[in-house]
């Protein structure tokens, strides 16, 4: 079936940069793109990237831009997001999602917590 | 761009049915077709349950249908049962810097 896989669990401390990966199966990887959303403990969903898997091309929600980069590597089927500068804020669970560019976020992948603390 | 407006909570009993709003702007939920819903349970990943308003992927149950007026889009559950006790959140394309947007989420709870 459909999935994906993300790396595990992080801790940094503030400053420091993560980079999490999120590895597709069983579906044709170009043809879709991947979303990234994240979800601090306690509080609701919040999207922050995208990225056309077929050419490239990103999205980010404006809040990230300049702090997240969003890679793709096609011969492995993994997508990576790699954050900058972090502060205890950005302590949340990190989700990988199918995304096929209009919102419709279809599977998910497990999570990954980052955890930021001196 | 604000996240897309929920009710913090919503409870019925089995059986009945119970309906979740999602207030949006002209800019998302007003404008396009590209609203989803998805069901969280504590600690486990969200589960996309309604796409582009209404269709309902493969494996969902029928007890789930999705609406949308003006800027307002609407979940209901027919027939609660306990399984659907969880967080559910709504999200919408948006034309703002943001691309995509949230809803604030609801608590559904099965008296």
């Known amino acids: 079936q459909v999935q994906l896989v993300q790396s595990g669990a992080e801790v940094k401390k503030p400053g420091a940069s993560v980079k999490v990966s999120c590895k597709a199966s069983?579906?044709?990887?170009?043809?879709?793109?991947i979303s990234w959303i994240r979800q601090a403990p306690g509080q609701g969903l919040e999207w922050m990237g995208w990225i056309s898997v077929y050419t490239g091309n990103t999205d980010y929600a404006q809040q990230f831009q300049g702090r997240v980069t969003l890679t793709t590597d096609t011969s492995t089927s993994t997508t990576y997001m790699e954050m900058r500068s972090l502060t205890s804020n950005d302590t949340a669970v990190y989700y990988c999602?199918?995304?096929?560019?209009?919102?419709?976020?279809?599977?998910w992948g497990q999570g990954t917590l980052v955890t930021v603390s001196s | 761009q604000s996240a897309l407006t929920q009710p913090a909570s919503v409870s019925g009993s089995p059986g009945q049915s119970i309906t979740i709003s999602c207030t949006g702007t002209s800019s998302d939920i007003g404008t396009y077709n590209y609203v989803s819903w998805y069901q969280q349970h504590p600690g486990k990943a969200p589960k996309l349950m309604i796409y582009d308003v209404s269709n309902r992927p493969s494996g969902v149950s029928n007890r789930f249908s999705g609406s949308k007026s003006g800027n307002t889009a609407s979940l209901t559950i027919s027939g609660l049962q306990a399984e659907d006790e969880a967080d559910y959140y709504c999200s919408s394309y948006t034309t703002s810097s943001t691309f995509r947007v949230f809803g604030t989420g609801t608590k559904v709870t099965v008296l």
């Open positions: 999602a199918r995304d096929p560019g209009k919102g419709r976020f279809a599977p």
């Open positions: 069983s579906y044709t990887f170009t043809n879709y793109g």
